[in-house]
Antibody, heavy 119, light 112 residues
């Protein structure tokens, strides 16, 4: 069974940092592109970035809203995806989901971890 | 990159069919077949329901179908059931976002 379990969310002040993790099981993590998608309270979905497989260089791409502040990485030996969030803003408050990214689609999703940025 | 446009809400009675539209541009829906649809129950993570415009992952009901015309994609739910009540989001590959994907604004489906 495919499982994605996010963790690391919490309360943080503006300007602070947080690192989210996504532990995966049930599939070959090293062979799959991965993404982070967020959802602000009562709002829609936003893909904030993706990472290719390590074999493809582990290349990343980010939405303009988080570029130069967030970093996606992966550790294939631990079957874990990471999201390092720096210089957090109030508008980064959201549920953060990790997903697998197959060609053209976000295939499997976790249940999310909540990040609240408050002053 | 602006979100794709969906109606805020659509409703129908049990057994009826409903269709949700998702309007984009030639840089996303109109230019690619990478259109997908997601269902989200309250408090839960989204689930993939349709991909590549009209394909269903295994386990997804054949009451759901997808289509596309020009810059607009459609999700049709036939034989509406209580379990269909949820939020639905479309998504498309795009060349105008640095993250390469754009989601729709979301549609709340209500079963009357």
């Amino acid at each position: 069974e495919v499982q994605l379990v996010e963790s690391g969310g919490g309360l943080v002040q503006p300007g602070g940092s947080l690192r989210l993790s996504c532990a995966v099981s049930g599939f070959s993590f090293s062979g799959i592109w991965m993404t982070w998608v967020r959802q602000a309270p009562g709002k829609g979905l936003e893909c904030i970035g993706r990472i290719t497989t390590t074999g493809s260089g582990g290349a990343t791409a980010y939405a303009e809203s988080v570029k130069d502040r967030f970093i996606i990485s992966r550790d294939d030996s631990k079957n874990t995806l990471y999201l390092q969030m720096n210089s957090l803003k109030i508008e980064d408050t959201a549920m953060y989901y990790c997903t697998t990214l197959l060609i053209g689609r976000f295939h499997s999703w976790g249940q999310g971890t909540l990040v609240t940025v408050f002053s | 990159q602006s979100a794709l446009t969906q109606p805020a809400s659509v409703s129908g009675s049990p057994g009826q069919s409903i269709t949700i539209s998702c309007t984009g541009t030639s840089s996303d829906i109109g230019g690619y077949t990478y259109v997908s649809w997601y269902l989200q129950y309250p408090g839960k993570g989204p689930q993939l329901m349709i991909y590549d415009v009209n394909k269903r992952p295994s386990g997804v009901s054949d009451r759901l179908s997808g289509s596309k015309s020009a810059n607009t994609a459609f999700l049709t739910i036939s034989g509406l059931q209580a379990e269909d009540e949820a939020d639905y989001y479309c998504c498309s590959y795009t060349t105008t976002s640095t993250s390469f994907y754009v989601f729709g604004t979301g549609t709340k489906v209500t079963v009357l």
